[in-house]
């Protein structure tokens, strides 16, 4: 039926000429290269060309069309454009097959399959071409060489064609590279990326490269349909005590693990043979297949399970299987089949049971390391989800093992890496299956589960002395339902009447009541709904709460020069102080009129706008004098000034009125220069000095007589001597236009002594920070009283454990919020929206000031976007938070 309907979708989009590109959303496994073959003849397509990104699912694909074709007796000239010197360039985790294997010709020369394609549409049959991206750029030479015009097209595994336009992958994404009048897109993971990417990525929700969606097919209605598409599943989460890893090293000296070596890798592995034996003991699983970062790992998983089989006394060991994409078929097919024999069963692999293989015996999967990414995780759950009326499978499991310290918290649990990891794969299915979403909403909210037991946590053995495994695993699933929630918040709608029945009248009452609540927010209900409904349903503020108040854009304002005549009554000095009483906080003045705007520079930008100074009618003391003042406090630094105007430098006289606090930004554009100016020590910031250029430098330098380094290193620190146009370290001002080495430098031979390599052995990256990260430590600024040892709680730092990870690690350094795990990245590390992109988008939020701003980024966290734009974009024009914030409005 889902097929039929499918069918009959593409032949009306297609029918419509302008639509020449389209998406077939459907789940793995519910036969997609068999509706495009159906697709493909219903559109009487003589010229198909199919593209796959592997070569086993070359073979699959064609396996399929070559029966459907034998079946309608149609004749077919079949061509593969693929080699086996793909596989050297392949990731090495990938499912490996050989063109031997398929059968028909195949090949990649570009003058063979110029003529062999010249030669199959002189004949009036059917050709269908199968190729992989790798090989596509070959395909589109030899098509456009012979003459070759296909009328059709399928993008399998579409998703792959995403990221770099200029990869293989999207090579035929292009007409430029090979015309298609009709593209066919197939995923069960539409891939999009963030809607600021940059112009050379390409992404599932661009309708020019991908068209609309043709049919989307669900999880739910596929597993819901009156005769099953996929088979049901469960989501099993199994707790595995700490202590019982370790007593298990302890107790079993064979394992080859000491207590003391144990990291967070095996520690996983270990307790996830724990929780699958549970599985299989308590839930019947049969047939499970584990995916591994690596085939070093996966097959070393095997071994782990088989010495447990030995020497553990159970009633049912779990036969262990490994398949790696280095194998051939035969090989491979030998050990899936012996897996699917033995019951209970463990089939190890890194990548290579992702995509290419069916095999509907598994009922169970479960990820052994925390590397997979989300449509990698909807990929390889699909295994579990095929129907099987051979076995009479009756339900699919994904396994989420945890590791749980002993007399661990929810809280606890709920901030270790470990379930971080768990949430990972809750968010990404339910990102493709609704049900997920609905079962934790109906856990918040008392109501019975549509599907019982869709979601199960197993805390048996680890809940807390005093504590029900039953109430145990309710407060973990309150941790789950605030994480996934974001990925389904109620509707426009419902998010406003939540607003109206807590009384809400404004943005500042919303963000204050959301303030207020704290964690007892509902999570399905977004902190920032102008930035959720954007470009949806949303209008304004005044609409949302239900007052009816217009945002700024649509109200109508009185003349500049009548609110200039106002504002100037208000005895206001500045911009700052302009905002401050827009927002109530400066008391004893009267409220500000409907039709005066808060954003008046924006709003009378092209109606006699001046500046501040001007509309307010008061103003600082021109920067001369003002700067004249700061010089007679002799303050040493910027931080004094900070301190000096926050008052909290007694000794010296109050601020004046008319002097600003952040002078910067009050004299931007009118008279300043930089802090050392302002405050008389004549300084330049580094960043900003003007040197000379090297070769001009470097004569300077000899003139110096300099000898040795150490002469050099006295002359710097001398600041009252060192020339401002001279680096204090010029290998570093240098390095990129001109620096040779310090013998260059001074003009003199300079012996460089060789530094003694230390002979410390430290663990490599992934293992140091998978134990860092264990530590939950929660930023860098803990790092260093760690491993001073002022954490009392945790384990001391081992000695092959750097105490300078970012050095010694420097190759594969990422940041201190990925040493941590926090996600954190450093502002300076950040890449930001430009800054037309980032205004263009603040102007749609009717936020009226900087304190506004900080409160929406605070609940937004946006990755893109400075919680301090001022700073952020200071060279790149922004002015003033008016103007940020508000567009002119006429």
């Known amino acids: 039926?889902?097929?039929?309907?499918?069918?009959?979708?593409?032949i009306t989009y297609y029918t419509d000429p302008t639509q020449t590109r389209g998406k077939l959303i459907h789940p793995c496994g519910s036969g997609k290269s068999l509706t495009a073959y159906w697709i493909a003849r219903e559109l009487d397509a003589r010229r198909v060309l199919i593209a796959v990104p592997s070569l086993a699912l070359v073979r699959q694909t064609l396996e399929t069309w070559m029966t459907e074709a034998v079946s309608d007796a149609r004749p077919v000239d079949w061509l593969c454009v693929c080699s086996d010197d793909e596989v050297a360039d392949m990731d090495n985790e990938a499912l490996v097959a050989h063109v031997h294997e398929l059968g028909i010709p195949c090949?990649?020369?570009?003058?063979?399959?110029?003529?062999h394609l010249r030669t199959a549409q002189a004949r009036p049959g059917l050709l269908v071409v199968l190729t992989t991206y790798q090989s596509?750029?070959?395909?589109?030479?030899?098509?456009?060489?012979?003459?070759?015009?296909?009328?059709?097209?399928?993008?399998?595994e579409a998703h792959k064609t995403t990221g770099k336009t200029s990869s293989y992958y999207a090579h035929l994404l292009h007409d430029e590279n090979l015309p298609l009048p009709r593209r066919l897109f197939m995923t069960a993971t539409e891939r999009r990326f963030a809607s600021n990417r940059s112009d050379d990525i390409v992404s599932m929700d661009d309708p020019a490269l991908y068209g609309e969606t043709i049919d989307l097919l669900t999880f739910k209605a596929a597993i819901a349909a009156a005769e099953p598409i996929l088979c049901d599943y469960r989501l099993l989460t199994i707790g595995v005590r700490e202590s019982e890893i370790k007593n298990l090293v302890t107790d079993n000296r064979w394992l080859e693990l000491g207590p003391d070596d144990l990291d967070e890798v095996d520690s996983l592995a270990l307790a996830s043979l724990i929780a699958l034996r549970r599985a299989t003991e308590l839930h019947g699983v049969k047939h499970t297949v584990s995916f591994h970062s690596s085939i070093a790992r996966a097959s070393r998983f095997r071994d782990l399970c088989n010495r447990l089989n030995e020497h553990l006394a159970t009633a049912s060991p779990v036969a262990s299987y490994h398949v790696s994409g280095k194998m051939g078929s035969a090989a491979r097919q030998r050990e899936l089949d012996a897996f699917l024999r033995a019951t209970?069963?463990?089939?190890?692999?890194?990548?290579?049971?992702?995509?290419?293989?069916?095999?509907?015996?598994?009922?169970?999967?479960?990820?052994?390391?925390?590397?997979?990414?989300?449509?990698?995780?909807?990929?390889?759950?699909?295994?579990?989800?095929?129907?099987?009326?051979?076995?009479?499978?009756?339900?699919?499991?994904?396994?989420?093992?945890?590791?749980?310290?002993?007399?661990a918290t929810p809280e606890d649990i709920a901030?270790?890496?470990?379930?971080?990891?768990?949430?990972?794969?809750?968010?990404?299915?339910?990102?493709?299956?609704?049900?997920?979403?609905?079962?934790?909403?109906?856990?918040?909210?008392?109501?019975?589960?549509?599907?019982?037991?869709?979601?199960?946590?197993?805390?048996?053995?680890?809940?807390?002395?005093?504590?029900s495994a039953t109430e145990f695993a309710s407060q973990i699933e309150v941790h789950c339902w605030n994480n996934v929630a974001k990925l389904a918040y109620k509707t426009y709608e419902e998010a406003a009447a939540f607003a109206r029945e807590k009384g809400v009248k404004s943005q500042s009452q919303w963000n204050n009541l959301h303030r207020s609540i704290g964690n007892q927010w509902p999570a399905d209900i977004p902190k920032s709904p102008n930035s959720t409904y954007y470009n949806r349903e949303w209008k304004s503020w005044g609409e949302f709460v239900g007052t009816g108040a217009l945002g700024s854009k649509l109200k109508r304002f009185r003349s500049f020069e009548k609110a200039r005549e106002f504002a100037r009554t208000l005895g206001l000095r500045s911009s700052f102080d302009w905002q401050a009483y827009c927002r109530g906080k400066k008391l004893?003045?009267?409220?500000?009129?409907?039709?005066?705007?808060?954003?008046?520079?924006k709003v009378y930008s092209r109606a006699g706008w001046i500046d501040w100074t001007d509309f307010v009618g008061g103003g600082w003391r021109p920067y001369p004098e003002a700067r004249a003042f700061a010089h007679t406090l002799k303050l040493k630094s910027q931080q004094h000034w900070k301190a000096y105007a926050a008052g909290k430098l007694p000794d010296l006289p109050p601020i004046p009125e008319d002097i600003p606090k952040a002078p910067a930004a009050a004299y931007a554009g009118n008279g300043w220069i930089s802090w050392g100016d302002w405050r008389g020590s004549g300084q330049i910031a580094p960043s900003k000095r003007a040197y000379l250029p090297y070769a001009e430098a470097r004569a300077v330098v000899h003139a110096l007589g300099f000898t040795t380094r150490r002469e050099w290193n006295a002359f710097a620190d001398d600041r009252t001597r060192f020339p401002a146009n001279l680096p204090v370290r010029p290998h570093n001002t240098y390095a990129d236009s001109g620096w040779v080495d310090w013998s260059d430098w001074l003009g003199s031979v300079i012996v460089e002594k060789p530094r003694k390599k230390r002979g410390k052995a430290y663990r490599d990256f992934a293992s140091a920070r998978a134990f860092v990260q264990a530590l939950n430590l929660g930023g860098s600024l803990n790092w260093p009283r760690y491993v001073r040892g002022e954490f009392t709680d945790k384990p001391p730092k081992p000695a092959d454990i750097p105490a300078s990870p970012r050095n010694v690690y420097r190759d594969q350094w990422q940041g201190w919020g990925d040493w941590h795990g926090t996600g954190n990245i450093a502002p300076v590390s950040r890449q930001f929206r430009p800054f037309a992109e980032a205004r263009t988008f603040a102007r749609t939020l009717n936020l009226s000031g900087s304190e506004d701003w900080r409160t929406w980024w605070q609940s937004a966290r946006p990755s893109d976007l400075p919680s301090n734009p001022a700073?952020?974009?200071?060279?790149?024009?922004?002015?003033?938070?008016?103007?940020?914030l508000q567009p002119p409005t006429t």
């Open 1 to 10: 039926e889902h097929q039929s309907r499918a069918i009959a979708a593409a």
């Open 107 to 115: 090949d990649t020369d570009p003058a063979k399959l110029t003529d």
């Open 136 to 156: 596509s750029p070959v395909l589109a030479t030899a098509a456009r060489d012979a003459g070759t015009a296909f009328d059709f097209a399928v993008l399998d």
């Open 344 to 407: 209970p069963s463990l089939v190890t692999n890194a990548q290579c049971l992702t995509e290419g293989v069916d095999v509907p015996g598994i009922d169970c999967v479960f990820f052994a390391d925390p590397k997979s990414s989300t449509i990698n995780i909807v990929q390889a759950s699909g295994r579990a989800l095929r129907l099987d009326p051979k076995s009479g499978k009756q339900l699919g499991y994904i396994l989420l093992p945890l590791v749980v310290p002993d007399g």
């Open 415 to 467: 901030e270790s890496s470990a379930f971080k990891f768990v949430l990972f794969v809750l968010r990404a299915l339910a990102a493709h299956d609704e049900r997920i979403i609905e079962w934790f909403r109906a856990t918040a909210e008392g109501r019975t589960h549509e599907v019982a037991g869709l979601v199960k946590f197993d805390f048996g053995n680890v809940s807390p002395l005093g504590v």
């Open 588 to 601: 004893g003045l009267p409220k500000l009129p409907d039709d005066v705007p808060t954003n008046a520079s």
């Open 871 to 884: 700073a952020t974009y200071a060279k790149d024009g922004f002015t003033t938070y008016p103007d940020f």
